[in-house]
Every structure is written in structure tokens, then in C-alpha cells.
């Protein structure tokens, strides 16, 4: 068996316009992605990651966890 397989997506961060993360809106974007069958990739590629605090981090890992 494969240990990896399919298609991976990198996800954008959406944030709200006093900079936090609009979870909601991160929320829809993943489990639209995951309703596609595919795999969602965040704080990996599109590069806000760099900007966003630790605090910011552990939110949206936390919430993509539940999927």
C-alpha cells in the first residue's frame, strides 16, 4: 500500500480585515476540499504562514484536525 496517494491541495488562509483567521471561511474551504475527495495542505505552501502568529497556527491546525 502506498503511504501517500491522491490529490493534495494547498490551502489558502482566509483572515478577516482586522488580520485574524476567518475560521469559518477556512472551515468551508476544507471541507469543500475534502468533499472533492481530496487532501487539504495548510501552512505549507501559499506562505502567509510566516506572518501569522503561533496563536493563529495552532486555531487553524486545531480545526482542520476535526476533519
Do not use: W
Amino acid at each position: 500500500m502506498k503511504k501517500y496517494n491522491g490529490v493534495v491541495v494547498p490551502l489558502v488562509t482566509p483572515f478577516q480585515p482586522d488580520g485574524e483567521v476567518d475560521l469559518r471561511s477556512l472551515e468551508k474551504l476544507a471541507g469543500h476540499v475534502i468533499a472533492c475527495h481530496c487532501h487539504p495542505m495548510v501552512l505549507g505552501t501559499t506562505g502567509e504562514a510566516a506572518s501569522m502568529t503561533e496563536p493563529q497556527k495552532k486555531a487553524v491546525v486545531a480545526l482542520l484536525g476535526k476533519f
